[in-house]
């Protein structure tokens, strides 16, 4: 069957009425071909500096799956993958404080290289939880890559070994981050417009 879909201009988007954001107009703050390009300068400065080794990377759900399907496509080193679920986030769009294990990864990391993946930092809450409890486990190293990062906000004790991009503090949805749950799918990444 085939399937006509009238191609969307990114300038008209809006968040779906079903959203409790619904109608708000958003922006593209980095195109798809933004996206793309880094995503592949990232995966190759990890590959050089990962070579002969085999990294397991490890996905924040739910944001980094996209992102991270994306960037283990393009490595040229082996590697496996595994998934950990934290909630820093309610269905609010600032920051609760408070962080949650939600899922646990399934591997053992013990004298592993551990690469954790996130689409976005924001006020470092997660990734320090993170480093901490994989610290835990006695790895040989864990390092951070993340798509965004949100250098302004941020309060961290450690560096982020890969960071795509530097972003302004706006709420920020498509490429795997959300608004109520939707909009992950969206290719580009989005902000909500200032009025
Ligand atoms: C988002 C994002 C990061 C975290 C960053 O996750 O994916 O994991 O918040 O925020 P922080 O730096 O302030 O801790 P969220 O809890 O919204 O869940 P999601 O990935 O399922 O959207």
Same mark, same amino acid.
């Given at each position: 069957?085939?399937?006509?879909?009238?191609?969307?201009?990114?300038?008209?988007? %809006? @968040?779906? &009425?079903?959203?409790?954001?619904?109608?708000?107009?958003?922006?593209?703050?980095?195109?798809?071909?933004?996206?793309?390009? #880094? @995503?592949?300068?990232?995966?190759?400065?990890?590959?050089? /500096?990962?070579?002969?080794?085999?990294?397991?990377?490890?996905?924040?759900?739910?944001?980094?799956?996209?992102?991270?399907?994306?960037?283990? #496509?393009?490595?040229?080193?082996?590697?496996? &993958?595994?998934?950990?679920?934290?909630?820093?986030?309610?269905?609010?769009?600032?920051? %609760?404080?408070?962080?949650?294990?939600? $899922?646990?990864?399934?591997?053992?990391?013990?004298?592993?290289? @551990?690469?954790? &993946?996130?689409?976005?930092?924001?006020?470092?809450? %997660?990734? $320090?939880?993170? #480093?901490? /409890?994989?610290?835990?486990?006695?790895?040989?190293?864990?390092?951070?890559?993340?798509?965004?990062?949100?250098?302004?906000?941020?309060?961290?004790?450690?560096?982020?070994?890969?960071?795509?991009?530097?972003?302004?503090?706006?709420?920020?949805?498509?490429?795997?981050?959300?608004?109520?749950?939707?909009? #992950?799918?969206?290719?580009?990444?989005?902000?909500?417009?200032?009025?």
């Amino acid at each position: 069957m085939e399937c006509d879909v009238a191609p969307v201009d990114p300038q008209e988007l %809006t @968040v779906p &009425v079903s959203s409790q954001f619904g109608g708000q107009a958003l922006e593209v703050l980095l195109t798809q071909e933004q996206i793309q390009q #880094r @995503v592949a300068e990232l995966a190759e400065e990890i590959s050089h /500096r990962y070579q002969g080794k085999c990294p397991i990377f490890i996905g924040v759900l739910n944001g980094s799956f996209i992102f991270m399907a994306d960037l283990v #496509r393009k490595l040229d080193i082996d590697f496996e &993958v595994d998934f950990i679920k934290i909630s820093s986030y309610g269905s609010e769009t600032a920051s %609760t404080g408070t962080v949650r294990l939600l $899922k646990d990864i399934s591997a053992n990391i013990t004298d592993r290289e @551990v690469i954790i &993946v996130e689409d976005i930092v924001d006020t470092g809450l %997660t990734v $320090k939880f993170l #480093r901490n /409890r994989m610290l835990e486990a006695g790895p040989t190293s864990v390092a951070f890559v993340t798509l965004l990062l949100k250098n302004e906000i941020a309060i961290l004790d450690f560096s982020i070994d890969y960071v795509g991009f530097n972003i302004p503090d706006r709420f920020v949805v498509g490429y795997g981050l959300d608004v109520d749950q939707k909009l #992950r799918g969206l290719g580009s990444l989005y902000a909500f417009k200032e009025s």
